[in-house]
């Protein structure tokens, strides 16, 4: 969480900086600020999102052509003014912004508490700021010199820009944890958390890696590690377009990654499933394919939206290759001391490729010697690079904080993996793998004839803004959708929801049903079917509303529920890929109704890069 961006080169860092700070705004937006150079170093910052900065900066002196700026999602100390990034050190020699979290700031701000340093903020940050300046001071140490001695004493995780009034030409970066990307241009650097405020000044881009420095000059980048072994910086070609990252006339980009579902899809499964051919391929494990078909088991970590992803992966990889799955939230698994084999295959899933959890997950699968794979949408995030092999989800960025598209590639890249390797096992026959495959082609256009419905989806919706709980039920592979609709709801409209499977209902929760209650349910033809119908007669029959999302042509379910969406027919494996798509759109046109900030709900950042 949290957002940072700098610059150096020949051009007013203002704009640049105010710019990347709204594209990386989806990372936290608790407060914001800027610092630039000059003859000295100004700040500005305030509580708040980059736009309360704008007003907050507006009449000041915004010159400088180096700059650094941060947006926040608060960890250490609440959102305010004075926590707000940039901090700089008592003395003000330097000036830095943080994008991580340093656990041992309150031992290291005693120590300096000690040596006479008062702090302004409540901030791990500041307690940086003020060791590195202490370590400058004490001994006869360059800038550099000081941020990499102050990174040795450090545990946690940084993403960090420093300035130092004493190198007013320099900008030194260093990563641990947290993502840093440097743009390369003509005789100017940018600096980001991702790409996506680099990408239209430049192509050229740096990942920098954990225990990198970088000490940057308009015309010269010098990488090394913080124990000073020097690297030859890795320049790589972005894969990434400006229309991407836009609302392309969309009133959020949570709507217009909903809508975008049509393609990402494609995105996702092109090149990768052949019609004609009637094979799948993914290049990306292709070489780690016969260990995954002789694993004992199969082991997924990941987190929110990703997990519930997990979940539908549990169903296809056990129906479709025979293989037991354990769906795990990293974060309970990284502390649980689990049992990992080194036959176990340990599968991490995560649009951002930077959940904090899923990577320490990561790492502890791999010291106990299990091959470890990943689904990642983000191209070079860390989770890919921590991976032994894996597979990019391709669905462009997601920048709505509530994830859509993300989970249907994810779900999407989950289908192909369990479909090669049953057919490789021999458990998935020929006739249903050759059907899947056809399946998934005309799956776009089944999801648009669902999005068309978009203008009746708006109208049920609007019964519901006024609800204060609701519940989501599905069976089967539709459980999993289930809890990703009420998660959608919840996060976005600030509406009590929850999950279950349909079958559990009568063992507790169906007490909370009365006339008040919407029961939103995924009831498309499958083998639960029956048993589905009997669960929407037992809330009907409590008096509760239902929403039902079904098959085309549904007469039975017509009848009882308040309110159908039909969507058109697929076979159950892939079903979760089309009844999530009403839930979205529902949870959407609910927050909107009640006048949420979707695409930023409070509280929330959409790359959790803290524990
Ligand atoms: C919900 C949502 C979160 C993420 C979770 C994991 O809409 O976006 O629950 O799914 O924080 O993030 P990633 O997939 O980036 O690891």
Known sequence: MCGIVGYIGNRDAYPILVKGLKRLEYRGYDSAGIALRNDSTQVYKCKGKVADLESHASGSDITGKIGIGHTR???????????????????????????GIIENYSLLKKK?????YKFESDTDTEVLANLIEYIYRKGDVTAELAVRLALTKVVGAYGLVVICEDTPHQIIAARKGSPLVIGVGNGEYF?????????????????????????????????????????????????????????????????????EQTTSIHDTIRGRISVQKGEVFLGGIQDIIPNVVDARRIIIIAC???????????????DLARIPVEVEYASEFRYRNPIIYKDDIVLAISQSGETADTLAAIKLAKKSGATVLGICNVVGASIPR??????????????????TKAFTAQVSVLAMMAMLVGRKKDCLSEEKYINLINEFYKLPEKIKSILEQDNYIKELSAKYVESPNAMYLGRGYLFPVALE????????????????????????????????????????KDKSYEKIVSNIQEVKARKGNVIAIVTEGDTVIKEMADYV???????????????????????????????????????LAKSVTVE
């Open 73 to 99: 999602w608060a960890t250490h100390g609440e959102p305010n003014n004075e926590n707000a990034h940039p901090h700089k050190s008592m003395n003000g020699k330097f000036t830095i912004i943080h994008n």
């Open 304 to 318: 929110g939206t990703s997990w519930h992803a997990g979940l539908v992966g549990e169903y296809l990889f056990e």
């Open 112 to 116: 300096l508490g000690k040596r006479g």
């Open 386 to 403: 921590e991976t032994h092999a894996g597979v990019y989800t391709h669905a462009g960025p997601e920048i709505g904080v509530a994830s």
């Open 485 to 524: 609709g009420a998660l959608k709801l919840k996060e976005i409209s600030y509406i009590h929801a929850e999950g279950y499977p349909a079958a559990e209902m009568k063992h507790g929760p169906i007490a909370l049903i009365d006339e008040h209650m919407p029961v939103f349910i995924a009831a498309t």
């Open 191 to 259: 600096l980001a958390s991702d790409a996506t405020p680099i990408v239209e000044y430049t192509q050229s881009v740096i990942y920098l890696n954990d225990n990198d420095v970088a000490i940057i000059s308009e015309d010269e980048l010098v990488l090394k590690t913080i124990y000073n072994d020097k690297l030859t910086p890795h320049i790589q070609n972005l894969e990434l377009d400006i229309d991407q990252i836009e609302k392309g006339g969309y009133e959020h980009f949570m709507l217009k990654e909903i809508f």
């Open 565 to 603: 969406v039909e969507i058109p027919e697929t076979c159950e494996e892939l079903a979760p890929l089309l009844t999530v798509i009403p839930f979205q759109l529902i949870s959407y046109y609910i927050a909107v109704l009640r006048g949420c900030n979707v695409d930023q709900p409070r509280n």
